[in-house]
């Protein structure tokens, strides 16, 4: 079953950035939207950033002026720039797809980590 698959993780200190990359592991169409989530120990997952249609971009306020969605449709690929990044920033990080506006995002990543030392 093909899936989607992260990279760019790690360990960075407060302040610092990183850059994740989000491409499928075969061929599944060509994706409406596509997605970050987060998740940190003990709380739920929630939306980091995702980006529909023409490049409608949408952000959590928590991220908002710190953190670039951007997406190559040739390759079905997505990405999130990471900036200022903040402790309160570690989890893990889950790309996430859809082909249809309408459909409830259909295709996930594994999760890549990424911790914020202070």
């Known amino acids: 079953q093909v899936h989607l698959v992260e990279s760019g993780g790690g360990l960075v200190q407060t302040g610092g950035s990183l850059r994740l990359s989000c491409a499928p592991s075969?061929?599944?169409?060509?994706?409406?939207?596509s997605g970050w989530y987060r998740q940190a120990p003990g709380k739920q997952r929630d939306l980091v950033a995702d980006?529909?249609?023409?490049?409608?971009?949408n952000y959590a306020d928590s991220v908002k002026g710190r953190f670039t969605i951007s997406r190559d449709n040739t390759k079905n690929a997505v990405f999130l720039q990471m900036n200022s990044l903040k402790p309160e920033d570690t989890a893990v990080y889950y790309c996430?797809?859809?082909?249809?506006?309408?459909?409830?995002?259909?295709?996930w990543g594994q999760g890549t980590q990424v911790t914020v030392s202070s």
């Open positions: 996430a797809a859809k082909n249809d506006p309408f459909d409830i995002w259909k295709y």
């Open positions: 075969g061929s599944i169409g060509t994706f409406y939207a």
């Open positions: 980006i529909s249609g023409r490049s409608n971009v």
